[in-house]
């Protein structure tokens, strides 16, 4: 019989669980469920006679890859699959795949959030800001980006976009501000939200020549990957501009210095959040699950990203 793991430390909610395994039941396969993980040992163990894996934010090395013995395919529930080893599942015919758009909405309304719970002081007491009628520059403009702009054209935002990869028509369409070039955006807004993938060319791209850009006050939000802000640069933004703020759901690897002097105008969420609502979890969820039985029975990569 086909077995589908689900390898999630960051486990989903049971409900998405519940729906996960009523589709690979009816397509007749067996769900095996691996929640709460402590080590990659745990995942590289389970993962040696399954046919397929859903995974999170879990890592999809190699050592995971080559232990699957059947493994034929791994579906990323969400949208950045920087975490899977799209190398090794190529080198051993294994098909990957991200679920897009699914979960896009959760992440759009943490970066409002976020950014709500920042102009207001951090619910401190003291008199904040609006964010009606401040500038927004949205950092790509994907499910993601779409979702933040409707969002914050409801707070009354001003909202810009770059992204290299959408049309001037598409985002014009939107009722967004279209920018030309990265560092008009940053040049232009108070708010700049990120939702740009980490990859080899967006890593440590956010830096201070960049940043040290925007207009005062200025306010970075982060619901998309660390590795994309070089980190060093993020701590003199802080030390330099005593006007920059911080809100991240995926925590810097230098956190414990920037709290060390900033604290007040750096926020991380506890655990990463974005998609971590139970509405996201089963629209991403039943959607890998739905592909995976679609690609076993009848062949269909749509969403593969190891072409
Ligand atoms: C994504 O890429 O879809 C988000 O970062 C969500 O990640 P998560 O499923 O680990 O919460």
Known sequence: MIKVLIATDKPFAPVAVKGIRKVVEEAGFELV???NYTSQDDFVKAVA??????????KADKSVIDAGNKLKIIVRAGAGYDNIDLQAATAKGVIAMNTPGQNSNAVAELALGMMVYYARNFFNGKSGSELMG??????????????????AKGFGMEVFAFD????????????????????????????????????????????????SKMPSPACLVNTARAEVINESDLLKMFQERKDFAYLSDVEPANKAEIEAGFKARL?????KMGAQTEEANVNAGIAAAKQIVNFIKNGDKTFQVNK
Request: proline share 5%.
């Open 33 to 35: 469920l691996l929640e």
């Open 267 to 271: 926020f991380c969420t506890p655990k």
């Open 134 to 151: 401040k500038k927004l520059g949205i950092h790509a403009y994907g499910y993601v980006g779409k979702n933040v702009a409707r969002i």
């Open 164 to 211: 290299p990869f959408i049309s001037r028509l598409e985002i014009e369409k939107d009722g967004v501000k279209w920018v030309s070039s990265v560092e008009e955006l940053y040049s232009a807004c108070h708010y700049i939200s990120l939702h740009i993938p980490a990859n080899s060319q967006t890593k440590q791209s956010v830096n201070f020549p960049l940043l």
């Open 49 to 58: 006679d399954v046919d397929a894996v859903i995974i999170r934010s879990d």
